[in-house]
């Protein structure tokens, strides 16, 4: 195709202007000024640049100027939106959009839709996945970029008005949207916007920007929690599976920002907030609390034998081990199993000493969970927990449990981490002889 998208560059900085006359900020930028005749950088190297070697390099610069404006957002905020702006001549005046859904496709009822075949087929697969939100829903819903346009008076496709096309030709999406959109995965969804050239004249082009941009910014903060208003300090979540009224959110923003939770996944950054805490992830997580952070890195010691002093958990096992949190995982020897699930037991001595500081003695339990018994060593920690109101039971029924071996989850790992760090002020250093226990031997020798 060599055809030319008419005010396709005045219309895409008007947008840009529109953005942020609404929010103060400007979006990342990106125009291929090369007419299509020498360079198409929407179709595949071979295909769009030819055998022209300066066609090719201008190829290259333009999707690597998208590569670092991903990277850019993935850095700030965890993840982004990549809309690819264009214009056509159709009759009509629609505004089509695409995302990498074939239009016979987009006449498949919603459940259909939302099947994981077309999901992962397109370019808003990483929305759609971490939000857990219908693909049907994120493209024809009244939240979906079309239903924001068609609401204000535009006639757009898909759309909860307009849910597929029909009698036009329809543009899916193309090589820029699959490339940088979500398609493959990572932390960029993306989104081709197809305007009539109707729309973008400059007779009209303020206005619909304007809408456009509005669209686009009611989008966001629906679907990805992005606050992009002028006076908003928080622009957006730390991360993708963790919004605003997520459990332990205030929590996991204020320890995340001081550097202490890792995530789980970086592009898109996730941090997974019910899946299981390792003994590794605990050590690193706590270390960081109860370490000033004046003296991160730690450095590190060949304390435990399946912990190498090169390992990047090693700084993180030698605080642990330092101030008496490190327990070996075994009692024939002394390891620290970094990937075992650091237990709901485990959890509770470990958070109860950090607020109460390391010579606290808890009290004698007094058997309020039927899964424990009064000899075992956790029992006296997970009953001052409960008592401190750091953990609940796990069953609440008649006969309450409290399920000493389930994993503490990270989310709840942060809730804990963040209240004590809070709380306490006194440090928990012991004698540089490192724990008097191993495994259990502590709560044996208190008794």
């Known amino acids: 195709m060599t055809v030319a998208d008419t005010w396709s560059i005045e219309y895409t900085l008007a947008v840009a202007d529109a ?65 690819d ?162 459990p332990g959110y205030n929590a996991i923003e204020t320890l995340f920002s001081k550097g202490i939770l890792p995530a789980c996944s970086t592009n898109p950054r996730l941090f997974c907030p019910d899946a299981p805490l390792t003994r590794g992830e605990a050590a690193e997580m706590i270390g960081k609390v109860i370490q000033p952070e004046s003296t991160w890195p730690v450095t590190a010691e060949s304390i435990y034998q399946d912990i190498l002093p090169e390992d990047p958990l090693a700084p993180w096992t030698t605080v642990m081990w330092q101030s008496g949190f490190g327990p070996s995982c075994r009692e024939d020897r002394l390891v620290f199993c970094p990937d075992r699930p650091f237990s709901r037991a485990e959890a509770a001595k470990t958070f109860l000493r950090i607020l109460k500081g390391s010579a606290y003695i808890p009290p004698e339990p007094s058997g309020s969970f039927t899964d424990m018994q009064p000899q075992d060593w956790d029992t006296w920690w997970t009953e001052a927990a409960y008592l401190e109101g750091l953990f609940q039971a796990c069953q609440a029924a008649s006969q309450m449990e409290f399920c000493p071996d389930a994993p503490i989850t990270r989310s709840e790992a942060a809730t804990l981490l963040y209240l004590v760090s809070e709380t306490q002020t006194t440090p928990h250093r012991i004698p540089e002889s490192g724990p008097a226990h191993v495994a259990d031997g502590e709560a044996k020798a208190k008794k």
């Open 19 to 83: 953005i942020h006359q609404l929010t103060g900020r400007y979006p990342h930028i990106v125009i291929n000024h090369i007419q299509r005749v020498k360079l198409d950088a929407n179709r595949d190297m071979p295909y769009g640049a030819q055998d022209s070697p300066a066609a090719q390099q201008a190829w290259r610069e333009f999707h690597d100027f998208l590569d670092m404006a991903e990277a850019s957002a993935v850095e700030q905020c965890g993840r982004g939106l990549y809309l």
């Open 85 to 246: 702006l264009h214009s056509n001549g159709q009759a009509g005046g629609w505004i089509q959009l695409g995302y990498g859904i074939p239009g016979s496709d987009l006449t498949l009822s919603n459940e259909e839709l939302d099947r994981p075949g077309h999901v992962i087929d397109s370019s808003l697969r990483t929305l759609s996945t971490i939000s857990g939100e219908g693909l049907s829903s994120l493209l024809r819903g009244p939240q979906s970029l079309g239903g924001l346009l068609a609401d204000r008076g535009y006639r757009a496709v898909p759309s909860n008005f307009v849910p597929w096309p029909s009698g036009i030709v329809y543009f899916d999406g193309g090589y820029n949207v699959f490339r940088h959109g979500s398609k493959n995965g990572g932390g960029v969804d993306g989104i081709q916007v197809e305007a009539s050239v109707d729309y973008v004249r400059p007779e009209k082009v303020e206005k619909f920007t304007r809408v456009l941009s509005e669209a686009i910014l009611t989008f966001m903060e629906a679907h990805y929690g992005f606050t992009l208003g002028e006076g908003n300090d928080v622009l957006c979540p730390s991360f993708a599976d963790v919004g605003p009224g997520s």
